[in-house]
């Protein structure tokens, strides 16, 4: 892969932003912002599955005490998500924002922009410039332009602003629900702009659609050296938006948290019910942090040569599993044990190398 792209680093809290910082997984809440107790409980679960920062919206005035509540209280740092009214970012900046997103075209003049911009100046945070299809500056809206356009040309005139005004700690996103136009917008931003890209393809629909929109959309990007911080976005439990995120940049060799899991699709020659063990191994691996490898597999055609191949395995048989382990059978258990067999297996190997 080509090497990643240089950016001018920021800090998130505690967590680096570009630059040689790694490539950051993130979501966003969808409890409501005033209660504080169910979003930190949500920020935790999004934290055991890998997230390093979390985005939540401020709806409103009535959501800063909560904001605040969990800012003060929240393992991860936390971004401020506002729109339309800088009084909300500013009021943010000071409750305890690691950092600041807004689109400016939707905030209204720039002289409140502006006003943003100084709070996060004096609270020493970086700001996302988050530019989105579906809330474009005003004086790009009607443009005949393609969308691709508009949104780098939109994102790079704030850019401008911001470093007339003295501010440079800047992060730029450029969505579009539309996988190609938001691969363009997103190459051409990483040849404009030196700053860290969050990316992402917004509104990618539901599970099955937006990961395989996100996929492809952030598998090109990042196989191109470009982003900085990534969100997969999908109308889900925005834990399976960490996964997802995760997995994406597994398959690219980027980052890795955890064991990777190796499953066969199943076909005629399966004997026993592969597939809800597999997804039941996949749902217990989640809070594991080992490098594994741990493979699934239907029958004997290609389960004894994986399952050998990996650090724990099963290949299957008539009702039963062969459990391997770092290349060696160790024992032949009937099917109803094959998961926790597997997950014995895996601890074992966990605390031998703790
Ligand atoms: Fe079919 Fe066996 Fe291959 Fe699984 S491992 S897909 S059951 S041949």
Redesign the pocket.
């Known amino acids: 892969m080509p090497e990643r792209r240089d950016t001018r680093p920021v800090m998130v809290g505690t967590v680096p932003m570009g630059g040689r910082a790694p490539i950051t997984v993130q979501s966003m809440t969808t409890t409501d912002t005033r209660d504080a107790a169910a979003t930190l409980h949500q920020i935790v679960a999004l934290e055991e599955a890998g997230c390093e920062i979390v985005r939540i919206g401020i709806p409103g005035p009535e959501a800063l005490d909560g904001f605040a509540a969990v800012c003060s209280d929240s393992p991860l740092p936390i971004v401020a998500d506002v729109h339309f009214d800088h009084k909300l970012a500013i009021a943010a900046a000071s409750a305890g924002a690691a950092k600041l997103r807004i689109n400016p075209g939707n905030i209204g003049a720039l002289k409140r922009v502006d006003e943003v911009i100084d709070a996060a100046g004096q609270a020493e945070i970086p700001i996302r410039i988050g530019v989105n299809a579906g809330s474009l500056a005003a004086e790009y809206q009607d443009r005949d332009w393609p969308l691709a356009d508009k949104l780098v040309a939109s994102a790079v005139s704030f850019c401008h602003h911001f470093e007339d005004r003295g501010f440079s700690d800047i992060v730029v996103s450029a969505k579009a629900s539309g996988v190609s136009t938001s691969v363009d917008a997103y190459r051409r931003l990483a040849e404009e702009l030196p700053y860290p890209l969050h990316i992402g393809v917004t509104e990618a629909g539901t599970s099955l659609v937006g990961t395989v929109k996100s996929s492809v959309g952030l598998g090109i990007l990042l196989a191109e050296g470009i982003g900085d911080t990534l969100r997969v976005s999908l109308t889900a439990d925005p834990v399976d938006e960490v996964l997802v995120g995760w997995e994406i940049l597994a398959a690219l060799n980027i980052r890795r948290r955890g064991p990777e899991l190796i499953?066969?699709?199943?076909?005629?020659?399966?004997?026993v019910d592969?597939i809800p063990i597999a997804q039941e191994v996949q749902r217990r691996l989640v809070g594991h942090r080992t490098e594994l490898k741990v493979a699934v597999?239907?029958?004997?055609?290609?389960?004894p040569g994986?399952a050998r191949e990996a650090d724990v395995g099963v290949?299957?048989g008539k009702g039963v599993g062969v459990v391997f382990a770092r290349g060696r059978p160790l024992r032949r258990v009937p099917e109803e044990q094959i998961i926790d067999a597997l997950i014995d297996e895996i601890d074992a190997l966990e605390s031998s190398q703790a």
């Open positions: 499953s066969c699709p199943t076909c005629a020659r399966c004997e592969l597999m239907g029958c004997v055609v290609n389960g994986e290949a299957a």
